[in-house]
Structures are given as C-alpha cells and as structure tokens.
C-alpha cells in the first residue's frame, strides 16, 4: 500500500474540494477508496474527511497507517449516514462537498468534470455521475420522486415487467439513456457533490434519516431552493454498493421503509401519504407470499436458488410483521 504523506495535500487554508466518506465495517474497500481519490486528484486544493461510524474492524487504524493527512472522525456507535454526513461538514472548508461512499473507485477525470459542470452551470446545486458495476455494466443511480404512481409500479412489479416504459420505468429511470446529460430528481448519494454554500442555506441532511431516503430529501430540498440536480455521464465510479448495509438485510429493509414513510410525512399530504402506504404494503404482501411459494417449491424440489429463496422468504416475513405491529411510525 502506498503511504500518502503531507505533500499529497495543499495545506492552505481553504480547500476547493472536501470529500466527505462516511464508513461502517468496509475495510476491505476503504484503502482502494482512498487511493484512487489521490491518484486522480487535480492541481487545485483537496481535503478527505472520513468519519467512521464505530466500524471495530480496524478501519481507522489503516487509515492513519496509510493516508497521513485524511481527517478522521471516529464515533462510538453507528449514528447513521445523514448525522455522520453533518459531522463531516462542520470539519468541511471547501467551496465544494462531494459525498461519496467508501466502496467505490474514482475513475481519472471525474473531479475536474463534474466541478468543471458546477462552475459552468450556476443553476445547478448538485451533481451525480455515472456510476458501473465493478463488471463495467451500468448502475441505475437516478431516481425520480417518490409518489403514489412510482410506488404502485414498484409494489405490483410493473416496473420490472416494463422498464422501459416512459411511464413505468421512471421511478427509478430504467427508461432513461445514461449517456446524456440529463436534470433529474434525485441522483445517488454514492458520489453527491454540491457547492457548500447551498448545504449551509439548506441546513444540511436532516439527521431524522438514519440511513435511505435522505438524498432524495436533500435533493427534494435542493429543487425547493430553486437550484437543479444534473447527472452527468462524463463523470464515472466504480461502485460495488451494498457492503455496509448487506450485513444486517432484515435491519436496513425496516429502515428503507421507515425513510420512505418519513420523506413522505415530511413532504406531501396526508391523502397521498394514506394511499401510498397501502400501497406499499401491499407490495409487501405480494413479496412475502411469493418468496414464502419459492422457498417451498426451491427446498422440496432441490431448485437451484433454495438458498436466496428462505432468505429472501424469511426477510419479508419478518418485514410484514413489521408492518403489522405499526412500527414504521416509530421514532419519526
């Protein structure tokens, strides 16, 4: 591993870019995370904040071992994305932010781009790029607004069956040509860069988010502002995507959904709420069933997929008894 010193970074007092990496038991990627926002930094001056949400799998330590000048803030229990976000930005003296997620890979060129873009477009208030698997095959990393429509599409798998209809398929844009630059809704929260001054007007990530959901409420809040979120394509990261969350699936289910019904009690009525709920849950249902058929069918039959089947079954499960008990409205 390289060993990054004092001169990899400007140490003048004001940063252009702050890069704000929020961790929780990654390690296997962090170091390559890191690497390669050194490898493909500019000549303008750069800062890496990296608050770790009490991971306990030596992160911290190859981080201090490894990048010498990378701020660290450890915290002694997982506070989640959008609280550990807002510590990063008090620590934050760039003109720009950029969130971006410790499992990824910065591809050469993507800072001088998508800054270039913000400084080029003053409309714009935020920026995503093209995210690839680590195959190269694409990532949907757009998404439009939530509403009773997109969520109707999800729950009864139209979205699925028609991807790439205009009107199906734009939840989460399987209808929309990742090659072109394109204002959107909301664009991931794996690589998010802003202008700090617009974080500070809009007061930040609402912290009420533990983890889902609060980038489309930080770019919900950003269209309110007046300002446009662009994806560009000339841009791109590698993303691997689920590491941190993967470890606790039945958890971070019940903390999509219990985002989803905050974003919507924070944003829209009480009837669009209702029905949209329903909805969801409904969704919910078709799930379980469906999951709970193939695991017997997969286990009885020794089908290949039993494995992901009681997995899957058992997930939803326990996330339509979730459901049932009301907790969704818990602690929002």
Known sequence: MTHYDSKCLNTVNEKKLSIIIVSYKVKDHILSCLSSIFENRADWPLEVILVDNNSKDSTVDMIKDNFKNVIIIENDRNLGFAVANNQGLKKATGEYVLFLNPDTKVLPETFDKSIAFLENNPEAGAVGCRILNPDGTLQYSCKSYPSFWNYFCESTFLYKLFPKSRWVGRFYM????????K??????????LMRSRLLEEIDGWDERFFIYSEETDLCYRIKKSGKKIYFIPQAQIIHWGGKSTSQSPVEMFKQDHKSRYLFMRKHYNMITIF????????GVCLRTALWGLLNIFRTLFRKPGAEEARLKSGIFLRLFQWYLKFEFLKNN
């Not at 929309?176 to 630059?181: G, H, L």
């Not at 204002?183 to 998010?192: C, F, I, K, N, P």
């Not at 029905?275 to 409904?282: R, V």
């Open 275 to 282: 029905f949209s709920e329903c909805i969801i849950f409904i």
């Open 174 to 181: 399987t209808n929309f040509d990742y090659a072109e630059i």
């Open 183 to 192: 204002e959107v809704d909301v664009v991931s929260g794996a690589y998010l």
